[in-house]
């Protein structure tokens, strides 16, 4: 679990980790990453709500009548409005905001006290949502919101990495990317439920947001900190009994001197964010705190999750028809969260960046030469066509579900030595935000001005991405936290730069 540049031979004892899965340490990461529900829910419910009418007509007049004309252009333009568009993203912009302090929280108050703050924001975003009465209570009802998914997305993924032993830590630590998929699920199934409820079921869509946030608050208050924050925050007593007991075994010698040594190493860092940028920390600074986070965004999957709903109306679907595919796509991403939770840690992240990437590659291409084929008429697209888009974006989103997603929030927890976790994560979550935020305000009119050609774009990036992994991300199924830093001194590129290990070799 600990982090750290510490002396090498002492990082030879990750071998003499002893641990059981106890029914304790099982609650502890069930109720943490419920945190991910938060995300989901929201990623789920906002574009179902956008393609309410009831909710347009209160809100969005204009985007109701447009979306009802028969124009040529209102195909890929229907929808094609700033302010709206604002709705969806004012959340993430906020999210991002809430990261500074966040980290803060994180790092001296501990992985649990941002979890309960995330909770707290988020049911308060939720109910100002519900009872909005004009734009403005929509947008700061929003930033509430994106305060909580700051704090939860913040502390959660550390949270599930330090809690669990190395040997399944990522089957773990995709709890919270499986429990995002559920949220989306979860909320798609109640938009399809609450399009019925005229004129207020897009309120109960909204108000619901508050369940999983009381759930995660009362289940927060019972949660254990990490012994990793424990140490941290130099209750080492509390730490060791934490630790022995969600190992399930008295035996935890080796690990909780790990913990020791790299927090003594981290309590020589007096400016965390500073220390990212220093020549040793290169590799995780640019691999997971810049690239993977900005990449899992430009895969374009998250514009699908926002607007799936819109984007099945603006294909030609009917608006039932168009919420009950979106309910379809996202259980492909559930399965994919689960094929993966049960997969990653016996065939690698390596692999899952890669072959998904080439599925995705591959069905983006399929989907704008469909699009640019059969569609822009201002007529409704053929049933056979649609089923066909139905069927390929499924596809998509499974790959996508069992790599780019839970891999992208995976990943990065498991690079950062305990010195700098919290103010890494802080950046994974920043970037993530940012293009997260970029790509809600700009899909929708990126998509009436490429029109198809924006599949094409992503699918030019997805190629790009997948590049980079397999160059420059080396292999960290298994391997101890406290001792990644190891594979970037025998990595072919990344040792010009940390300089080699003592038993340097040429692996990717």
């Keep these: ?50 393609s309410m009418d009831d909710f347009l007509v209160e809100f969005f007049p204009d985007v109701y009548r447009r979306k009802h004309a028969h124009l040529r252009e209102t195909d890929y333009c229907k929808y094609d409005d700033q302010v709206l568009t604002l709705f969806t993203s004012s959340l993430y912009f906020a999210a991002l905001v809430s990261t500074i302090g966040a980290s803060y929280v994180t790092r001296s108050r501990g992985r649990r006290a941002s979890i309960l703050v995330g909770a707290v924001s988020f049911f308060t975003g939720a109910l100002v949502n519900a009872f909005a009465r004009n734009i403005a209570m929509l947008i700061i009802g929003r930033c509430f919101l994106g305060a909580g998914i700051g704090f939860s997305n913040q502390a959660v993924p550390l949270y599930l990495s330090e809690m669990a032993p190395a040997k399944v830590r990522g089957a773990v630590n995709q709890l919270f990317q499986l429990t995002t998929c559920l949220g989306i699920l979860v909320a798609n199934f109640i938009n399809y439920g609450t399009e019925k409820i005229h004129p207020w079921g897009w309120r109960l869509s909204l108000g619901l947001a508050t369940v999983p946030a009381t759930i995660m608050f009362v289940g927060g208050i019972f949660l254990p900190e990490t012994p990793n924050s424990l140490v941290e925050q130099g209750k080492l007593e509390e730490a060791r009994r934490v630790l022995e007991k969600v190992r399930g075994t008295t035996r935890v010698d080796a690990e909780f001197a790990d913990l020791v040594d790299a927090s003594n190493e981290a309590r020589a860092i007096k400016h965390p964010f500073r220390n990212l940028l220093a020549k040793k920390n290169r590799p995780q600074f640019i691999i997971g705190a810049l690239a993977i986070p900005a990449f899992q965004q430009l895969t ?20 039932d028809a168009s919420l009950f595919s979106s309910v379809i796509t996202n ?36 989907v704008a030469i469909t699009l640019a084929l059969k569609f822009g008429e201002g007529e409704p697209i053929p049933k056979g066509v649609g089923i066909f888009l139905v069927v390929t974006i499924c596809l998509f989103v499974l790959a996508y579900g069992r790599s780019w997603g839970p891999l992208g929030w995976l990943v990065p927890s498991e690079l950062f030595p305990l010195e700098m976790r919290s103010a890494g994560q802080s950046v994974v979550v920043c970037v993530n935000m940012i293009f997260t935020a970029l790509i809600a305000q700009c899909f ?26 397999f160059f420059l991300l080396p292999e960290t199924k298994q391997v101890p936290i406290e001792e990644v830093y190891l594979l970037w001194q025998n990595h072919w590129f990344w040792k010009r730069i940390v300089g080699p290990g003592p038993a340097s070799s040429s692996q990717v």
């Design 300 to 319: 374009g999957m998250n514009s699908i999750l926002f607007y799936a709903p819109v984007l099945f109306q603006s294909l030609g679907f009917s608006n």
């Design 444 to 469: 929708l009119i990126s998509l009436c001005h490429l029109k198809y050609g924006i599949f094409l774009l992503f699918g030019g990036l997805i190629f790009i991405m997948s590049a980079f992994i």
């Design 1 to 50: 679990m600990a982090g750290g540049f510490v002396d090498a031979g002492n990082l030879k004892r990750a071998h003499l980790y002893e641990y059981r899965i106890t029914g304790y340490f099982i609650f502890a990461c069930i109720v943490a990453a419920l945190g991910g529900s938060l995300f989901g829910y929201d990623l789920g419910v906002s574009g179902g709500v956008t």
């Design 331 to 366: 259980a492909a991403l559930v399965v994919g969260a689960l094929i993966s939770m049960a997969l990653v840690d016996k065939f690698g992240r390596r692999a899952f960046f890669l072959e998904a990437g080439a599925e995705m590659f591959f069905v983006m291409i399929a």
